[in-house]
């Protein structure tokens, strides 16, 4: 598990190289942003339930060349959690998870002259780091044992976007995230829809 | 068709082809997280005041939290280390996975009554060609066999137990673990 430590450090590390060897000091822009998360139907969505989910983010953009950029982004999510219960003669079961992560990536977006350069498409590397609390209360006929607990894995993500400016400041972003999390290393698929305000 | 049409509609697929893949049956559905965590013995029978050595296992660790219940049913160490109480009956011990609580298993478990100890020294005298409780067979020609106190585990079968032929002496005395028939 020291690996899942040192994973964001060295992505931190691997954008400050890159984009300090593009010659590039200082981010053209910088912004937040804050939208809906949707966990597509799947393994995480069993996790988090199906409510509505949110997340915050701060980003810094760099021009490198017209049309073209890359946004380091840095994301945090919280899903609105799931409580599941099952019964069997010898036990019941009641299970509440509630998951939260926090993202860190690089996106290159591509802003099409023809498109008027309004519209933008990226792609994106990220490092995710997930985490899921859990209540796992067990009743058999003899009583009730409550263990209760937070796992947190860091996995790699891959995302695409396609984004919309509205004024210099004001972007509309829609993202769909791909990524695992948990021992078994379940796949995670998640669309968002941010604003972002760009200073 | 221009260029800008086909980036357009060739981003859409490419989201869309991300946001509809398909879908497996894992995770921590309720009931079938245990699957991965597999806790041994699953159904023991132990004595009462004697323990048993429970082990939990995942592909990525071992390490659990253990409970026993009814509580009074007995104890489980760190280790997973079950003791039994003074009392007979059924239990369940309770494995879950430190490193995700998600992840449990369960074991039922009988206490037991001990067997009860022989009494007395003696001798007894077994018909040829019969198997005493004590699994010695007796060959053809005058049985007569002396044993110290002891305790039978088992059961032997009705027709080759034998019985004391003088004192209080009983060689009977095992016990029927649950399924040994």
Known sequence: ?199 | MNQSKRIAILGSLLVLGLACGGTRVTGDRVATVNQTLLLTPAAPAVVQGQTLQFQAATPWGSQAVWAVEPASAGTVSAGGLFTAGSTSGACTVLAVWSQDVRYTATAAVLVIAPPSAAQGTGTVSISPNYVNAFGAEQGAGTGATAWANGAVVGEAEASSVSTSATGGYQNRAGFLPPGAN
């Open chain 1, 1 to 199: 598990m020291v690996a899942d430590k040192i994973k964001p450090l060295l992505l931190m590390g691997l954008l400050t190289t890159t984009l300090g060897a593009a010659g590039l000091p200082l981010p053209g822009a910088w912004g937040v942003g804050a939208g809906l998360l949707a966990p597509l139907p799947g393994d995480l969505r069993v996790t988090t339930g199906a409510g509505l989910d949110f997340d915050l983010g701060l980003h810094a953009d760099w021009q490198v060349r017209p049309g073209q950029a890359v946004r380091a982004v840095l994301d945090a999510g919280w899903y609105s959690g799931a409580d599941r219960q099952h019964a069997d003669p010898s036990l019941a079961q009641s299970l509440s998870t509630r998951v939260s992560n926090e993202a860190l990536g690089a996106e290159y977006l591509w802003r099409p002259a023809r498109l008027g350069g309004d519209w933008e498409l990226g792609a994106g590397l990220y490092l995710i780091r997930w985490r899921v609390a859990s209540v796992n209360q067990l009743a058999t006929a003899g009583g009730t044992f409550t263990p209760s607990g937070t796992s947190t894995w860091t996995r790699e993500g891959l995302g695409v976007l396609a984004g919309r400016w509205w004024n210099p400041h004001l972007e509309t972003v829609a993202k769909v995230q791909l990524s695992h999390y948990g021992y078994e290393n379940q796949p995670t698929r998640v669309a968002s829809l941010n604003v972002l305000w760009q200073f």
